[in-house]
């Protein structure tokens, strides 16, 4: 009897992953999207992306423009983004600093990685409070930061970081630092490539761009690195039936090395994006954010995500902007990735640096209310006035990251301004507020169990509180500097 019980224990605890392991999932997306995807992943919160490529040579665009979109502003004589840019811009900086003749692809050979120390990464990465990390493996330009024979297909010439440049593999030095950090390590891939020979519009051969170079790349991929997350983009010109990311998202979950616990976004062909995939993606706020699953909110602490030498000070969001913005996007029920773009070198700017070690002192304090934590039944507590704003300026591209202080701190007139931010795990309720209460906090719609405990993250001690009907009112003690608590935002934690 005792033996039988232990073998129906071992069944209980490991049935949901054997069941899981068992599965075979159909090439088809209403089969794919039946798989969880893996709780880590919404556990995790806030995560860095990094971009980095070729494209950090020149690490030039107009204040307001992606710097990775290099080669298409260049070669098409256009541009998009903030500030009106002007589309000659590119094409003019380059006839002027690398000559007439030049070409794009001489930036893969002085892409050299010479001071490129992956460990120095992590450790950053670590101490900004993130809990993983997705690296561009290729990004639209087709270079790779891996030795793979596929980025010459159709090209006749190398077009890889094994071969060019840095001439050794980028990534496997990555995968092992982050991990050892104990940090997720996931990988960004590019499905389409802007020029490249056999893709629409200089070819429209599926069989060849799809099949011989897709395909066999992104497996390769896999194979050597077994991420954790596979962050795939641009999809957006071709259906499904071009791409046949149905086929390989099956094979990924049937027979890959990393099926059981790799997570993917939702991108993966035309029209894909919020319907289908393992999470949902937003990008500078430029979508609806009432998600009806997993998502995460991408961009950088400036308006590029690769570096970009023409944005000074002014084009940097605040730590204060940042952790707010975390703050409303975890509330909302959404992760944070934040982009760093190191320079050629693979040095990550100061400012970035400086940027994320301040985000990771504010969760030192307050990364109870964040981590592993959920939606509450209401995201925020507004004050009286107008909730309705405007993100964006007409003609702009993206949301600059003062838009969180006009919801906060800095009240418009008129509008609105958000109290509180709200999360919950299993213990506790908590309540963030962007600005200092003073003397007494108002929690209106709560009523906690009678002797619920109420504190303030960092300042250790109970906090007096009385019930008024629907509301709460909690006594807040004067500010002791000694708390070393961040001015960025305070968490009021309510016991369940």
Not at 30 to 58: N, Q
Not at 149 to 155: I, T
Not at 165 to 184: C, F, H, Q, S, V
Not at 362 to 371: D, F, P, R, T
């Amino acid at each position: 009897m005792k033996k039988l019980l232990i073998i129906i224990f071992v069944i209980a605890q490991l049935g949901p992953t054997v069941s899981r392991a068992q599965k075979k999932y159909e090439a088809n997306w209403e089969s794919l999207d039946s798989r969880p995807t893996p709780a880590w992943f919404e556990d995790a919160k806030f995560g860095i992306f990094i971009h980095w490529g070729p494209y950090s040579v020149p690490a030039w665009s107009p204040a307001g423009t992606y710097t990775e979109w290099y080669q298409y502003w260049w070669y098409s004589n256009s541009i998009f983004g903030n500030n009106n840019p002007d589309k000659d811009a590119i094409p003019d900086l380059q006839k002027r600093l690398y000559g007439e003749e030049s070409s794009y692809y001489d930036f893969g050979k002085l892409f050299k990685a010479e001071l490129y120390d992956p460990e120095e990464w992590a450790e950053l990465f670590k101490k900004s409070g993130a809990k993983y990390v997705i690296l561009t493996s290729k990004h639209h330009d087709g270079f790779t930061l891996w030795p793979n024979k596929h980025a010459q297909d159709g090209r006749h010439f190398k077009w890889n970081a094994g071969e060019v440049g840095a001439k050794r593999d980028l990534i496997a030095p990555y995968m092992e630092a982050m991990r050892n950090a104990g940090l997720k390590a996931g990988l960004y891939y590019s499905l389409f490539e802007w020029y490249h020979p056999w893709y629409y519009p200089l070819g429209n051969d599926n069989k060849k761009f799809v099949d011989d170079h897709y395909h066999p790349q992104f497996k390769d991929l896999i194979n050597r690195y077994k991420p954790d997350i596979i962050y795939a983009d641009g999809e957006w010109d071709k259906p499904d039936t071009y791409w046949k990311s149905a086929e390989l998202i099956q094979w990924l979950y049937n027979e890959s090395p990393c099926k059981e616990e790799v997570v993917i976004n939702d991108r993966w062909f035309k029209g894909s994006r919020h319907k289908y995939g393992g999470y949902y993606t937003t990008e500078y706020m430029r979508e609806q954010l009432d998600l009806p699953k997993a998502w995460e909110e991408i961009r950088g602490i400036g308006l590029s995500f690769g570096y970009n030498r023409d944005e000074d000070l002014e084009d940097y969001a605040t730590a204060r902007e940042l952790v707010l913005m975390l703050c409303d996007i975890v509330s909302m029920g959404g992760n944070l990735c934040l982009n760093v773009g190191p320079s050629s070198d693979g040095k990550i700017p100061v400012i970035q640096q400086q940027r994320l070690m301040e985000i990771g002192a504010w969760l030192k304090v307050n990364g109870e209310a964040i981590y592993g934590s959920r939606k509450y039944n209401t995201s925020w507590q507004w004050s009286e006035g107008n909730r309705n704003f405007k993100l964006r300026k007409d003609g702009d591209s993206y949301t600059t990251a003062d838009y969180i202080l006009k919801q906060t701190v800095d009240q418009q007139p008129g509008k609105a301004v958000k109290e509180l931010f709200f999360t919950q795990n299993e213990e506790a309720v908590f309540a963030i507020s962007p600005k200092w209460p003073g003397t007494r906090l108002i929690i209106k719609d709560m009523r906690p169990k009678k002797h619920a405990k109420i504190t303030l993250l960092g300042a250790h001690e109970s906090l007096p509180w009385k019930q008024h009907g629907k509301n709460i009112e909690v006594e807040i003690p004067s500010y002791d500097p000694n708390w070393g608590i961040s001015d960025y935002a305070y968490t009021f934690k309510i016991e369940k």
